[in-house]
C-alpha cells in the first residue's frame, strides 16, 4: 500500500530537511574555523591530536 502524503507528514519531512541542512551548513562553518578541509585531513588532525594528547600525558605522569 503507498504510503499517505499528509500534510502532517509532509511538514515532518520538511524539518527533518530543514535539521540536516542546518548541522551540514554549522558543519562547514566549524571546519573553516579549524582550518580544514576535507574529512580525510579532520582524520588526520584527529590523530595528530590524539598523539600530542598522549604524549603530555606521558609526561604529566612521569612528573607525579
Known amino acids: 500500500m ?5 500534510a502532517s507528514g509532509q511538514e515532518g519531512g520538511l524539518y527533518a530537511l530543514y535539521d540536516q541542512l542546518d548541522r551540514l551548513e554549522e558543519l562547514l562553518e ?3 574555523t ?3 578541509a576535507s ?3 579532520a582524520e588526520q588532525r584527529i590523530a595528530e591530536l590524539n598523539e ?4 603530555l600525558e606521558a609526561t604529566e605522569g612521569e612528573a607525579r
Open 39 to 41: 574529512s580525510a585531513e
Open 52 to 55: 600530542r594528547i598522549d604524549a
Open 2 to 6: 503507498p504510503k499517505s502524503t499528509s
Open 30 to 32: 566549524d571546519m573553516a
Open 34 to 36: 579549524l582550518g580544514v
